[in-house]
DNA sequence: TTGTAAGCGTTATCAT
DNA sequence: ATGATAACGCTTACAA
């Protein structure tokens, strides 16, 4: 692999004029400049970015630790933030975040010593305090979606995971439904429980009582069986609010194997509008969560955390309910 | 961010023996390397690993580039390829080759800027001439996923499209399907060509031909507007091969808003075994794809590859029929 | 067991 | 407009 070295001995000039024409920076006298790109073109020379990285202390490169490869919601957070990365004309790297808490801080140690400009981490494991923790003491600027670190506020991406819950639980009310039971998340998931805790409240603001929840995995299998453990506990509900689309597609497959119709029988909610949910039959129900404007937001607040300028505080993401098939109105909304 | 030098200081010791504690390598008394840990503690020391890959022109890192993130198909490829990398001790760089060919020769260069050991590359870009060429020519090993090129065998994991296309059309006429038409991939895919090609060498062994076909793009709606448009054009078909899970589902969502039922009316055959399709209403009938296979040899090759080692290569990966709803038996398959 | 010093491929500061 | 040369942070002979 050739060097800078080899470029400097073919073209007959310094190290330092290679590596002006390289960069253009200062002045180079076109004649020269055209023996260097002759020298560069016939060694193949490709510059050693990591040789160059040492020298300037800039790697040009954004680290993305994400907690899962697996769902579209994964999908258009990395597409997403891997063009507007590309946009800036920097890397974006990006590492699982793995099932675990521990290869979560792996994988943030890791990009720590590649010495990436800044890291935006998705997480699902990491507990607020230990978050608030690496803001303080990483070397390099923090983002992270959809985790709120108290006096961080500026580096942190939310979504309303509460307020979307509400309206979600409320159109099924508004639906005319009063039996409600629940597929939620993870119990040690912050979002999951916001999510559950939007349910809750909603239905304690209309006097109801949940029917029934399982905690699910946001696979779509754990929706499957947790609506199939709903159903063997007999008691009836006429709605299932779902913590997500994966889920909702696990329930509304048990529902099916069970002789009920969606939605005539047992209405269904989403969560998180997957792509998908608009062809299934029924069409889902559900809410949108905005990941690639969150996913966006943050790799600009990171960029701006690296060029050291004063970042604000971006207002948390707003859902948007999108009504389709799954969800019965058993009588018209209020 | 501290340094060695700041952490010899502190330890009182030279730059050797930290770096001997660090990579314990060669002989150094418990004592020192108790004080050259603590001080490496107190400091906060990460190594840097862009000067520890210059100097040892290893960076650890294996660069896999993908032509898209959406997709349980590709999630679970660099799942796989991402658990792989880490149990050898390795990074995964996984980078976007983004839509054209000209972005994903970007994403290996700058790769290849970036030194890392070997790189895997999942196109539907590159031309085979092209992939041949960089095989010949980049200073890193190249292993490509999905994409036969002659002379570099060991270096190409792949899948036999056409034998699975075979078997899934197979299927069908067997099931007493003689109406079939089809959705497939986008033309200047060498797969999607191989998954057609295998559709009508087997209908033409049975002395049937196609009632219909659509260029389809692999994305979920693509599949809904194909098999409206199969639809409209009036020619009465009994089955649907489609190419790949996606779109299978697409169809059979516009089958539905047409009020043909599946199975019962037409049948439906996906590709790919996305995991979606056990739950789908009905499940999917489909041939499974071995990714995580695929993706986990693709790295060992490209880890022996770094090693030196001579590869042999790796046999053609085959698929399975999983036999679910969405295809009718109108006879008993013979 | 430990230290010295050269080298990895760049950039950047001086001179010239 | 160009060339020496000292960093950058680490590894690795070679000495001691």
Known sequence: MATINDVCKLAGVSKATVSRVLNNTGQVKPATAEAVYQAMKTLGYKPNSLARALATNKTNTLGLVVSAFEGA??????????????????????????????????AINSLVEQRVDAIILYTRKMPPEQLKQMMQTLSVPLVVINQMVEGFEPQCICFDQYKAACEATEFLINSGHRKIACITGPEDSVNSRLRLKGFHDTLDKHQLTATGFYHGNYFTQSGYLGCQALLDKQKPFTALFTANDNMAMGAIRALHEHGRQVPGDISV?????????????????????????MAQAAIEQALLLVKDEKISPVDLFAGELIVRESVDQLQKPS
Not at 272 to 287: K, Q, Y
């Open 73 to 106: 919601y994964f999908s258009s957070l990395m597409r997403q933030a891997s063009e507007t990365t590309a946009k800036s004309g920097k890397q974006l790297l990006i590492m699982d975040g793995g099932h675990s808490q521990e290869s979560e801080c792996q």
């Open 269 to 293: 909610m989403g969560f998180d509008n997957d792509p998908a949910g608009e062809f299934l039959i029924p069409s889902l129900t559900t809410v949108t969560l905005p990941v690639e404007a």
